[in-house]
């Protein structure tokens, strides 16, 4: 199956694509000519990722999938959330500053309870019940952890080196990519995303 992932970002492709495995063929935003900076203004990840989902949708008529992602860290009542990849400010995603903030933010606060959570927002062109035809279908995937004290390991990316999942005594940085797309918020919302493909198409 062919599908439009709304994004550039070779990380998620790269995770996307393991997880999805070789039955689903996951097209960036670049290999269908689309270079713009779609808008992200919404107030809530599923408002984003729909806000992603439909821009492709209306422009180019392609099923797709957009997904956004927050780390909500309790002590912080929930920030960053949907502000996570420009937490630092500035008009980039600079990683290594949004962990340096968060870290500063929490400083020797006890309180390190944290979780990722990702949604995804399908629409797939529905040729079955006539043209222009559509079906629209939402996923979420939630991993509970805390934040660590200071960085720790060198795979993954965002805040994957301050980010422990419950279970676990390393970061998402250190477990590497294998035992993160097995676990993490992505992979949990692209599982239900796969069963949905594999019960109802």
Same mark, same amino acid.
């Given at each position: 199956?062919?599908?439009?992932?709304?994004?550039?970002?070779?990380?998620?492709?790269?995770?996307?694509?393991?997880?999805?495995?070789?039955?689903?063929?996951?097209?960036?935003? @670049?290999?269908?000519?689309?270079?713009?900076?779609?808008?992200?203004?919404?107030?809530?990840?599923?408002?984003?990722?729909?806000? +992603?989902?439909?821009?492709?949708?209306?422009?180019?008529?392609?099923?797709?999938?957009?997904?956004?992602?927050?780390?909500?860290?309790?002590?912080?009542?929930?920030?960053?959330?949907?502000?996570?990849?420009?937490?630092?400010?500035?008009?980039?995603?600079?990683?290594?500053? @949004?962990?340096?903030?968060?870290?500063?933010?929490?400083?020797?606060? @006890?309180?390190?309870?944290?979780?990722?959570?990702?949604?995804?927002?399908?629409?797939?062109?529905?040729?079955?019940?006539?043209?222009?035809?559509?079906?629209?279908?939402?996923?979420?995937?939630?991993?509970?952890?805390?934040?660590?004290?200071? +960085?720790?390991?060198?795979?993954?990316?965002?805040?994957?080196?301050?980010?422990?999942?419950?279970?676990?005594?390393?970061?998402?940085?250190?477990?590497?990519?294998?035992?993160?797309?097995?676990?993490?918020?992505?992979?949990?919302?692209? +599982? +239900?995303?796969?069963?949905?493909? @594999?019960?109802?198409?």
């Amino acid at each position: 199956m062919k599908i439009v992932f709304a994004t550039n970002n070779q990380h998620k492709l790269d995770e996307i694509r393991n997880i999805l495995g070789k039955d689903f063929e996951i097209v960036s935003l @670049n290999e269908i000519g689309c270079h713009e900076d779609i808008p992200e203004t919404g107030k809530t990840l599923e408002e984003n990722a729909w806000q +992603k989902a439909n821009y492709i949708f209306n422009k180019y008529g392609l099923s797709c999938f957009a997904d956004d992602t927050g780390l909500e860290v309790d002590a912080l009542n929930g920030a960053p959330g949907v502000f996570s990849a420009r937490y630092a400010g500035g008009e980039g995603h600079d990683s290594e500053a @949004n962990m340096q903030k968060l870290l500063r933010e929490l400083a020797e606060n @006890n309180n390190r309870k944290a979780r990722f959570r990702t949604v995804i927002a399908l629409i797939l062109k529905d040729e079955s019940r006539g043209t222009g035809d559509e079906r629209r279908e939402t996923f979420e995937g939630i991993v509970e952890g805390h934040i660590a004290h200071e +960085k720790s390991g060198a795979e993954g990316f965002g805040y994957d080196p301050i980010f422990v999942p419950d279970g676990y005594n390393q970061s998402f940085a250190e477990l590497g990519i294998d035992i993160k797309n097995q676990i993490s918020h992505r992979a949990r919302a692209v +599982k +239900k995303l796969a069963e949905y493909f @594999n019960s109802s198409i």
